[in-house]
């Protein structure tokens, strides 16, 4: 069968379709992709499309709910993970799909152990148990707050939100309140601890102090209307209490400790809400161990085996959710005793979904009435749904307010950029605030360097694809828009210490654009009129990818297939290309191959600097050893949101931390 890949405007055929025919099975990583390719009236009909994995369809929201209402398509496959975010959404909007569901009630009727054993059948095994024996318990923990005291402060801020009134000092006690409440009613450790990393540097200014901020809060209360002054002392004051409370001592802390402290006899992920979180529970040692995976809910794996989760609060994220997960068969949640009513709710909610996929598949009748209350578990009194939903609106609502707040005026920055001139703009489409209250603006092609603790990687992330909680790394220096490697890569050069082969590699993945450019200009062509031409040469490239291909900001090292290179070189006439074009691909394969491997090396260089670890190490190592603790700086993203539409903004204010001046 023969078969391509397709990104946006791409395609590469995979081995076996020599004459290049249209494929008969059409892959691409993004839904949006996947529609173009139905509605292309040319080559063959799709008459099928199969969706596979909870992200593609994560990230194809928008585009999905059209393909799966086209009549022109003979079957729709979806597959995603139970605990997928959008799976209940799916559902909703699917009602007359025919649904298989791995519930528990389905596998207790329907697994049986494997007949062979090998590492395939093992790991399904483990899935099954985990879902079949899988086990929730609350430890419920005395907090410093009640539950009205807690709602009370949401309603006042909400309340603040709708006051007719606007203002930066009405948006900046907005989002502090907000967040050192979510501080402190998730925090894992006593309060000091963060306040002397912060004031030592050991957080390298990721997190502001939380005792300075709230006394930025007084300064701000000042300012906010008299008719809510009662309301801001009294949010304040129960936020002066909760530091005092957790200043030196964390109830959820000492629990962590103790389940920690009494011997890891297994895997262990703890869930937080926060990346940081990590940095300050290490600086006591209960998780240095090889054993122990701390992670946020928003970048959890659920391929990974677990024995025991635990989640250090009613948290939840796009990739974690205690009562859908499957990751482990035990998972221990620690809750202050205001956060139970939550618990319970989602608990019921979570309860509703699965007794609603045992009808959809016949395991149970539909005159079985939804579950009101978690059979053989307590209700906490007075949990009226009606006041959880109100509160959980009301929350979503201020998160929504306070993503805006974050998105910030962009026209202010627009205003920045000179009408006239020849001042070099580019696209903003998303906007970002790091912990620290740093802010930044992502453009439409740039990649971003994602640090993974956990498995020690960095990789680089498509814009679309960050999540609250990634930790970033940035060069330290004046020019952030520089790249990391670029920037690795580039000392390495110039000190000698790669090969003269690589040295070329490095020239000559840089002379094809240059002579493409230089085509360009001279002819006054396109980027639309050089993809007519290539393609007129055999190389069928859309005008998206040619403007890729020469974007400093998308950092393309070359064409993946030599044929291309071919093809430039006789488009442009360069004497040195169309002498040896199979070179430029040769050095293009070698420059992504060293510059992977210094991506790999700078992940192994800041997991040893975070865990103070000094390594032996070679030439190459000790370089990017030596440019991490000169340049690399990580910021974690608090927030990220896309634009309704791409503005134009000055090359120097793009993909870089801005401070509070700067934005």
Known sequence: MTTSYFTDGEEYPYAGNP????????ITGKISTARELILDKSGNKAVGLLVLGSESIAKGRSELPDLLNRKSLQYIYLSANID?????????????????????EFLLSNALPPKKMNRHTVALNKQVTNIVNKKIESVVIPGDCSWEEYRAVKESLHLLKKYDWSGEEKDLFIINA??????????????????????????????????????????????????FTNRAIDIIGLLERLYTKNESECRKYSELKKRLSAGVDGQIAVIVPKAYYEDVLAADGILRSEKVTVVTANRFDNSIDYDEIIVVGEIS?????????????????????????????????????????????????????????????????????????????????LDCYIEKIVAFDIGNLVGQVPTTGTAATADVVAVGT??????????????????????????????????S???????????????MVDNVFDNLLSSGLLNESVKEAAFKSAYWKLALREYMDKHGCSYREISRRLSALGCKRHEVTIRTWLSDDYRIIGPLDEEAFVQIAELTADPDMKRDPKSFYEACRITRHERKKILSLIGRAIIDKLRGHLSERDGLLEAVYDNIDKLAVMLELETVAELNEPVAVSVNMINKPLTSQEG
């Open 84 to 104: 997928s975010e959008n799976a209940e959404e799916i559902l909703s909007e699917c009602e007359d799909a025919s649904i298989f569901a791995c519930t528990k």
């Open 178 to 227: 907000y967040s050192l409440l979510n501080l402190f009613t998730t925090a894992v450790f006593p309060i000091k601890m963060i306040e002397e990393m912060t004031n030592g540097g050991m957080l390298d200014g990721r997190v502001a102090s939380p005792r300075q901020r709230i006394d930025e809060l007084w300064k701000l209360a000042d300012k906010l209307p008299t008719s």
């Open 434 to 467: 790091f912990t620290n209250g740093e802010r930044i603006l992502f453009s439409k092609y740039y990649k971003a360097f994602v640090f993974d603790k956990s498995k020690g990687t960095v990789t680089e992330t498509d814009v679309e694809e960050l999540e």
């Open 317 to 397: 994220g796009k990739r974690f959710d205690t009562f859908r997960c499957r990751a482990a068969s035990v998972i221990t949640v620690l809750l202050y005793d205001f956060e139970l009513r939550l618990f319970r709710h989602r608990e019921k909610e979570a309860d509703r979904f699965e007794q609603d996929l045992n009808k959809k598949t016949g395991l149970i009748s539909e005159d079985v009435q939804p579950l009101d209350v978690c059979p053989g578990k307590s209700n906490v009194e007075s949990d009226n749904d009606a006041e959880i939903l109100k509160f959980k609106t009301m929350t979503s609502d």
């Open 469 to 483: 909680g990634d930790m970033l790394v940035f060069t330290r220096r004046d020019d952030f828009t520089r790249n």
């Open 19 to 26: 004459g290049k025919n249209d494929p008969v099975l059409k």
